[in-house]
């Protein structure tokens, strides 16, 4: 029933820029946060960034000041506007519901979506 969807992927030559959105079907909105998770080929699963019910952020390191989250309703409609890429940003990026950050631990707890492929070249 719920049913999360990534969109915006694409291809771009470094320092290009990419919106990456999230639509969460079926959805019901909770204290926990929405965000954005990335994998990269023989790489592990890291947080990208989250906002929670009251619209506070978190980022990971390595995307602090260039990427930026948003969302309606700050829960079931989600956005990740990416500039000044790098190629180390090149990862599938997922979308998922109840989120938790705690220090550099990020977990997902709840639905997520089949990702949306981002590759940045040289």
């Known amino acids: 029933q719920v049913q999360l969807v990534e969109s915006g992927g694409g291809s771009v030559q470094a320092g290009g820029s990419l919106r990456l959105s999230c639509a969460a079907s079926?959805?019901?909105?909770?204290?926990?946060?929405m965000g954005w998770f990335r994998q990269a080929p023989g790489k592990e699963r890291e947080g990208v960034a989250a906002?929670?019910?009251?619209?506070?952020?978190s980022y990971a390191d390595s995307v602090k000041g260039r990427f930026t989250i948003s969302g309606d309703n700050a829960k079931n409609s989600l956005h990740l506007q990416m500039n000044s890429l790098k190629p180390e940003d090149t990862a599938m990026y997922y979308c998922?519901?109840?989120?938790?950050?705690?220090?550099?631990?990020?977990?997902?707890?709840?639905?997520w979506g089949q990702g949306t492929q981002v590759t940045v070249s040289s």
């Open positions: 998922a519901t109840d989120c938790v950050v705690l220090g550099h631990s990020w977990y997902g707890f709840g639905y």
């Open positions: 079926g959805y019901t909105s909770s204290s926990y946060s």
């Open positions: 906002i929670d019910s009251d619209g506070s952020t």
